[in-house]
């Protein structure tokens, strides 16, 4: 079975950090580009990173770029998102999602999600 | 950036009936689109990519059409499980990959 588990969520202040991870099992990590994704309370999809099954590119939404970093370790079969500066607009449910292996911008695997809330 | 709108917001129907979700892009994206489930407290999950191929285990129900600008997901006969919400997402020019705003299928 493919599993992502992501971790890390929490209640945060504004303009501090929070790093969530996602593990993953039942697949080869390595061999996958990996997104993630967010939903702000009633809302829907935002597409946040992106990351090459070898970490060697990425790509951010504008609204998280500088102040987001994805990474991945896949000897450990874990991605992360470091998040600095966080605003109140980050406060969303933050998904895990992999790539299609082949056509990577597409999600065809999702994790259950970690919230994160950025409130004062 | 470009903006996927999806019509109608909330479409009410009954079982076995007929559902045609609309999707508009900004720009044309060819036949970049994917469109995903999401039920509520669940997870998204992949329907349709590139437009009209169904991912792995989707029962043939769903289908999708449509390049350019204009795309539709039909589900032939609703099931009780497919009320859900459809987002469609693009991937012809990115970053950003952008998703539309969903549609809630509800029982009517």
């Known amino acids: 079975q493919v599993y992502l588990v992501e971790s890390g969520g929490g209640v945060v202040q504004p303009k501090t950090s929070l790093r969530l991870s996602c593990a993953a099992s039942?697949?080869?990590?390595?061999?996958?580009?990996m997104h993630w994704v967010r939903q702000a309370p009633g809302k829907g999809l935002q597409w946040v990173t992106f990351?090459?099954?070898?970490?060697?590119?990425?790509y951010y939404a504008d609204s998280v770029k500088g102040r987001f970093t994805i990474s991945r370790d896949n000897s450990k079969n874990t991605l992360y998102l470091q998040m600095n500066s966080l605003r109140a607009d980050d406060t969303a449910v933050y998904y895990c999602?992999?790539?299609?292996?082949?056509?990577?911008?597409?999600?065809?695997?999702w994790g259950r999600g970690t919230t994160v809330t950025v409130s004062s | 950036e470009i903006v996927l709108t999806q019509s109608p917001a909330t479409l009410s129907l009954s079982p076995g009936e007929r559902a045609t979700l609309s999707c508009r892009a900004s720009?044309?994206?060819?036949?970049?689109l994917a469109w995903y489930q999401q039920k509520p407290g669940q997870v998204p999950r992949l329907l349709i990519y590139?437009?009209?191929n169904r991912a792995t285990g989707i029962p043939p129900r769903f289908s999708g059409s449509g390049s350019g600008t204009d795309f539709t997901l039909t589900i032939s006969r609703l099931e009780p499980e497919d009320f859900a919400v459809y987002y469609c997402?693009?991937?012809?020019?990115?970053?950003?990959?952008?998703f539309g705003g969903g549609t809630n299928v509800e029982i009517k």
């Open positions: 999602a992999r790539g299609d292996l082949r056509y990577f911008y597409y999600m065809d695997v």
């Open positions: 990351t090459t099954y070898d970490g060697n590119k990425t």
């Open positions: 590139d437009a009209s």
């Open positions: 720009q044309n994206i060819r036949s970049h």
């Open positions: 997402q693009q991937r012809s020019k990115w970053p950003p990959l952008t």
């Open positions: 039942g697949f080869t990590f390595s061999s996958y580009a």
